[in-house]
């Protein structure tokens, strides 16, 4: 099993029933669960956005992603609907998507190599943009996000960062 998908495994493992209920609910709720199953201690406080970084990160995401992702984070009106061979649409980065359910680490390996889940059609990035580059463009996302799915995906990368170790 690859790096990438044993820490998909461990993190999906660790909050499959909160992950579960945000995202499969009926009427597509994307509504951040109160709390994520806390497996590893506390996680330090939020980090701070910086504003040079988030700037960086949306000139880079209007160059690279907004022509499926749309320029506003808005993704395909039709995300949550499957295209005829099953693969779905882009989907919002914004607070409406599924995005923030995510660790930093695995949307920076999705984003720079490819997804390989068959129902997702995303390129590879990392000939175009390098690491940081993503990283700013994740710091761009973020922006957008309401405080409870920053809360949320901030609890999430620490856990899986404490798993690793």
């Not at 330090?44 to 700037?55: F, K, N, T, Y």
């Not at 609890?155 to 690793?164: C, D, I, N, P, R």
């Amino acid at each position: 099993m690859t790096s990438r998908r044993l820490r998909a495994a461990v993190v999906i493992a660790a909050m499959f029933s909160v992950l579960v209920s945000g995202c499969s609910t009926s009427g597509g709720d994307t509504t951040p669960p109160t709390a994520v199953p806390n497996l590893a201690g506390e996680a330090p406080p939020l980090p701070e956005l910086d504003d040079e970084r988030v700037a960086r990160g949306e000139e880079l995401y209007q160059a690279n992603c907004s022509s499926c992702h749309g320029p506003d984070l808005s993704g395909d009106p039709d995300w949550k609907t499957p295209n005829r061979d099953g693969s779905y649409p882009p989907p919002p980065h914004d607070s409406s998507g599924h995005t923030w359910h995510h660790s930093d680490q695995l949307l920076l390996e999705i984003i720079r190599d490819g997804s390989d889940f068959a129902e997702t059609r995303m390129p590879t990035f990392g000939e175009q943009l390098r690491d940081d580059d993503i990283r700013a463009i994740l710091e761009y996302f973020k922006a957008n996000w309401g405080p409870q799915e920053r809360a949320f995906q901030w609890q999430v990368t620490w856990q899986e960062s404490q798993a690793e170790q």
